[in-house]
């Protein structure tokens, strides 16, 4: 189950990248990209598919207590573990890009120049009283 999860989280990321390189999203949202479409394939609807699935007239899996009992609780687990990679995986990658964009927008931004030069790089000075030293 862990194996498959992370299977998961990696097939989405590559997707995730071939969406950003062939839509060419803006720097800022590359990492937003990648995580939601590493994370996104991932969700909370087995708790709802697997009750309404055991208690169909028919259903394939058996008696409705047994159905829903294992259903539930190979579920709950999965979700754990999804979570677990969520918050270690898609995090730090999100993390990681705002660092990147961070960075280059200081290094490439002329609000470096603006800082130096004693104007407000946010243009709220007028508004209030700043002391510019």
Not at 57 to 69: E, L, N, T, W
Not at 84 to 96: D, E, G, K
Not at 116 to 133: A, H, L, T, V
């Amino acid at each position: 189950m862990p194996l498959n999860i992370l299977t998961t989280f990696i097939i989405g990321s590559a997707l995730g990248w071939m969406l950003r390189k062939t839509t060419r999203a803006p720097q800022e949202l590359r990492g937003l990209v990648l995580g939601c479409c590493a994370a996104g394939n991932l969700g909370n609807l087995i708790l709802i598919i697997i009750p309404a699935v055991c208690r169909e007239k028919g259903s394939p899996f058996g008696a409705v207590d047994i159905c829903c009992r294992h259903g539930l609780t190979y579920a709950s687990p999965s979700m754990a573990i999804g979570a677990i990679y969520l918050w270690s995986y898609v995090y730090n990658i999100m993390w990681i890009y705002s660092i990147k964009t961070n960075v280059e927008a200081n290094m490439s931004d002329s609000t470096i120049s603006r800082m130096s030069s004693g104007e407000n790089p946010y243009g709220i000075s007028k508004c209030f009283n700043f002391r510019q030293d």
